[in-house]
């Protein structure tokens, strides 16, 4: 059984009560005495070195003094006995809090549903406490040891997306990767594959056109065959690649996409369907409903889907 507490450190750090609340925190410092503490769980550490980390400024009775207040601030709001303190050591228990690490390492990226997801963002994204450079040290470790998993998590989000027709949601979270990994081949897909749903595949090739050029130019390396193929299947569309340079980006509300809302099950069939038609097993789809419904809408985001 799961912890009822969750600790959210993907992005700005949040603390949830079993009921969902948000437990909030006036001083900043408590926060970052919380996180450090959850992930370093398990093991006790001495009150002179919490108190270096986060109030190095202060002399050490003033800095011990601010970890006591910090600590009778955290142990109400966490579950009994979560904290085990001593003249010298403070102690946070393993599994008292859930934390959203502990899913992305365990690649529980996805749920049930949409809600279920995972919010995939950087370490303390924008979280600074600017007096304290050891907690700032500690929070960039951290970063450099998750991007890895990032990376991986943004891409199978990417993925479920694509899967459902989101295009959307799956074009943000490409931009999301990009942040990490400017390079990255999975997030440009991604692009060119939103921007042709919405009818803007001018747009995609420039995309693809810029990022082929920095490929070769900082990693000396060339697209997949893939990339490839769906750039070339563009350009027999009409478009010539000499002119990509000139064209201005159309952003994705103001192209031509029509909207798609609640039809990501009925997608999902389809594409499956697609996809064993693609392993040479043959198959057939009946698409059926009332007229206004969106079947239309539904078969062609799969014919755009299917022609890339």
Known sequence: MKPGHELRCLGQPHLFSPTGELIRFRTKKH???????????????????????????????????????????????????????????VTMHPG??????????????LGP???????????????????????AMWKDRQQGRLLPKLREALVALIDRNRRTG??????????????LDDLSEEAIRAKMEARAWAGDRLTALRVYEDWKSRLQQELQATPSA??????????????????IRDIPVVPLDRGRERPFIGRAREYTQLYATWETLRSGRPIHSIVLGDSGVGKTTLVERLTTAASL
Do not use: C, N
């Open 31 to 89: 926060l970052a005495l919380l996180v450090y503490l959850a992930i370093e769980t398990g093991r006790p550490h001495r009150r002179d070195g919490l108190g270096e980390l986060l109030w190095p400024k202060a002399e050490l009775p003033e800095a011990r003094h601010s970890l006591a207040t910090a600590l009778s601030i955290l142990r109400p709001r966490l579950p009994t006995g979560a904290l085990e303190t001593t003249r010298d050591y």
């Open 166 to 179: 989101q295009s959307r949601h799956m074009e943000d979270l490409a931009d999301r990767l990009l942040l």
């Open 113 to 135: 549903d949409t809600t279920g997801w995972l919010t995939v963002a950087p370490f303390l994204d924008g979280f600074e406490i600017p007096d304290a450079p050891e907690f």
């Open 226 to 243: 893939l990339l490839e193929a769906m750039a070339a299947r563009m350009r027999r569309g009409g478009w010539e690649s000499t002119a």
């Open 96 to 109: 008292q809090v859930a934390l959203d690490l502990e899913r992305l390492g365990e690649k529980e990226i």
